[in-house]
């Protein structure tokens, strides 16, 4: 078993106030926020859809005539992409905090979104592994199919991959039984971030198994009753408002977790020691 601290986070309206497609992509498509959803929430209903494959499906069908959807075009609309405040600066921030306390922090987005923008984006470089849905390209650099699709409820096959070290999305081993000491990152020292339905799932699973789920809000938007309706039914344990700067409420409860995810390291380390100095004979000596 390693030192290290699994940080999962959801993208929109977590990381960034609004979903990825509201800042630029659906307007260069000449439709309102409102319209692109409510056609995709259309073809969902009328063709039996996952919502996400629909979303993707409409992206394809307005674009043409209007750009090439290739994946340098999707990673240019990640490049405009804003965040709460201190998103930027905060995974430094933790790094260095974990490491002061004998951990080392690991971060991974599992998001519904697109995949190719959240890579364009100024934070794409600190995650070891982003999970989103995303596209197969044909010949001609455009978008032809659905590579990968996430949704709210296949959100926690990534969990799992984290947890066993069973990292690419192909990899089989992640069904495999793997003993407590193999296990690369227990539950335990999992912090899952996100705001809000499509999480529940990831959030019950972490919170359940001993490990920290938090929601966050945008307090511009009045979305505080909805994490607030997520801690009175146990699907997370602590709410913040989505400000990620150092000495936040939410930048302490993440330095919180940290600081008892290292203190049970402690004592795991320590009682192990003690366990293995007791032979079972009352008159041996407790190991140092």
């Not at 039984?177 to 799932?201: A, H, L, V």
């Not at 000495?247 to 192990?272: H, N, V």
Request: negative net charge; contains cysteine; glycine residues 10%.
């Amino acid at each position: 078993m390693t030192n290290l601290v699994a940080f999962c986070y959801d993208f929109d309206k977590t990381l960034t106030q609004s979903n990825m497609q509201e800042q630029g992509l659906i307007s260069s498509l000449d439709m309102t926020t409102d319209e692109f959803w409510g056609e995709t929430d259309r073809m969902s209903l009328e063709n039996g859809m996952d919502g996400n494959l629909s979303y993707m499906r409409l992206l394809c069908e307005k674009s043409a005539g209007r750009f090439p959807l290739t994946r340098d075009r999707l990673m240019g609309f990640g490049k405009g992409i804003s965040f709460f405040p201190g998103v930027v600066e905060w995974f430094g921030k933790i790094n260095s905090y974990a490491l002061r306390h004998g951990l080392e922090a690991e971060h991974y987005i599992i998001s519904c979104g697109t995949k190719e923008i959240i890579d364009g984006t100024a934070i794409a470089g600190n995650f070891k592994r982003i999970y989103a849905s995303s596209y197969l390209y044909g010949r001609n650099g455009e978008a032809v199919w659905p590579a990968q699709v996430v949704n709210f409820t296949n959100k926690t096959q990534f969990l799992y991959r984290i947890k066993k070290g069973a990292l690419d999305v192909n990899d089989m081993s992640v069904n495999d039984f793997k003993r407590s000491s193999d296990i690369r990152i227990p539950f335990e020292r999992f912090i899952y971030i996100g705001d809000s339905d499509t999480d529940i799932p990831c959030m019950s699973i972490v919170n359940g198994s001993g490990g920290f789920s938090i929601g966050v809000y945008d307090p511009a938007h009045g979305s505080r009753p909805k994490v607030e309706k997520l801690l009175c039914e146990r699907r997370i344990s602590y709410f913040a408002p989505a400000d990620y700067t150092e000495g936040s409420q939410l930048y302490k409860i993440a330095c919180a977790a940290i600081d008892k995810i290292s203190c049970d390291m402690r004592l795991s380390e320590i009682t192990g020691k003690l366990a293995s100095g007791w032979s079972g004979d009352s008159s041996s000596q407790w190991g140092s």
